[in-house]
């Protein structure tokens, strides 16, 4: 047995990444060890970032795959069309193809921070399920249904939940965790990684495998990242989180906005440092200190460890010294009014997407002179004294005519 091989396992499986595993750790482990696996995470496009708590999940892969394994990263193209009811209340809001392509194009350039694409041996493959289930015949789906009952989808909390409070179920949404299921087949997969409110489709994974295949898939289940004591989750629907496709100053404040008890969850989710360093950093006497070397970490994971010191360097002097008239760059407006979106275009171009700039105007992360703006279209008059517009929480814009 190779002991170094093992070793490595077991730190990735002490880790506190993994909440659990069906059938079991040990078989996991055997498996681990003396086979080459197929193991594989999907993501559907539902928006157009990912965040930390995808980050989490997608190192976990490149652990994997550093010990040998096949890795694939699955983007959901075709079951983003259908929308996932996990934990809805009600329907989602299907997405057309444009909506969905618009949204995974960069989404291969977030995650390559995390993933050793350049491998030459054994890299990381990347697959699209609308290869697949857009030619599935009606006779394909009819003969897929066919190995599901109804009493298994109704199984659902949500559902359940539904029906006592009399709100309609769709029967298109009994297609997802089939069709999501179903990729499991399409891909033969052996491993199947996903977040721990993700078990019920990876569950009708591992029984469609088993039946069209006679193979058991491995179901490994993540801890969501969340904080420890609201239980408040990182969601991509929602708009909430650390998005992965930020600019280094902006995820590194972003990381300084959260509260402490994200410092320990952030490290070991999102970080590849030993537990026993970890430890060391979370018993800091200073939470600032701990929290800035948790932020100088990520950051450094997703841009270069130059961009990484120059946002600590410019979060100090623009948020901790409070140095912010002197430092922040001025943007000459010819208009003499500009509606809050367009403002924020020419301040922001570049940077983001529109979808991004609506999204930081919906969550109330824009203000004029410490005074909070919500609404797309008011119109913002241009005056030669000028104004501060704050942009999140680390970001500012001097703006006059």
């Known amino acids: 047995m190779n002991l170094e091989k093992e070793k490595k396992i077991d730190e990735i499986l002490k880790r506190g990444v993994i909440k659990e595993i069906i059938p079991g750790k040990s078989e996991f482990k055997k498996k681990l060890l003396s086979e080459k696996l197929r193991i594989y995470i999907g993501a559907d496009p539902t928006s157009t970032s990912l965040h930390l708590g995808h980050a989490q999940n997608y190192l976990l892969l490149e652990d994997f795959r550093q010990l040998g394994h096949e890795v694939i990263v699955l983007f959901g193209d075709f079951t983003a069309q259908i929308g996932d009811p996990t934990d809805k209340e009600s329907a989602r809001k299907q997405l057309s193809a444009e909506e969905v392509k618009n949204n995974v194009k960069d989404w291969v350039k977030q995650?390559?921070?995390?993933?050793?694409?350049e491998d030459k041996?054994?890299?990381?493959?990347?697959?699209?399920?609308n290869d697949w289930l857009a030619k599935l015949s009606m006779k394909d789906v009819v003969n897929l249904a066919s190995n599901i009952t109804v009493q298994r989808m109704l199984e659902r909390d949500m559902f359940e939940k539904r029906i006592k409070e009399e709100k309609p179920i769709y029967l298109h949404e009994f297609m997802y965790p089939l069709m999501q299921g179903y990729d499991s087949v399409?891909?033969?997969?052996?491993?199947?990684?996903?977040g721990s409110d993700q078990i019920f489709n990876a569950l009708m994974g591992r029984t469609l495998q088993r039946k069209y295949r006679n193979k058991n898939k491995i179901v490994v289940t993540t801890n969501l990242v969340a904080n420890p004591k609201s239980g408040e989750l990182m969601s991509k629907s929602k708009g909430t989180g650390i998005f992965l496709d930020n600019s280094a100053f902006d995820m590194y404040g972003a990381i300084m906005s959260q509260p402490d008890e994200m410092i320990e969850v952030l490290l070991i989710s999102d970080t590849r440092l030993p537990l026993d360093e970890i430890k060391k950093i979370t018993t800091m006497n200073n939470p600032r200190d701990a929290k800035m070397k948790t932020a100088w970490e990520i950051t450094k994971i997703f841009h270069r460890e130059k961009e990484a010191n120059?946002?600590?360097?410019?979060?100090?002097?623009?948020?901790?010294?409070?140095e912010v008239a002197d430092n922040v760059p001025e943007i000459k407006i010819k208009e003499k009014n500009?509606?809050?979106?367009?403002?924020l275009k020419k301040c922001l171009k570049g940077e983001v997407s529109n979808s991004q700039i609506k999204r930081l105007i919906e969550q109330n992360s824009i203000k004029i002179d410490e005074e909070t703006k919500n609404n797309f279209e008011e119109e913002i008059k241009i005056s030669k004294k000028g104004f501060l517009l704050k942009v999140g929480k680390k970001k500012w814009f001097k703006i006059i005519s």
């Open 186 to 194: 399409a891909m033969d997969v052996d491993v199947e990684l996903c």
């Open 121 to 129: 041996k054994n890299p990381p493959k990347i697959v699209y399920n």
């Open 310 to 322: 120059e946002a600590e360097e410019r979060f100090v002097k623009l948020v901790q010294k409070k």
């Open 111 to 117: 995650i390559k921070p995390l993933l050793d694409f």
């Open 338 to 343: 500009i509606n809050l979106f367009n403002l």
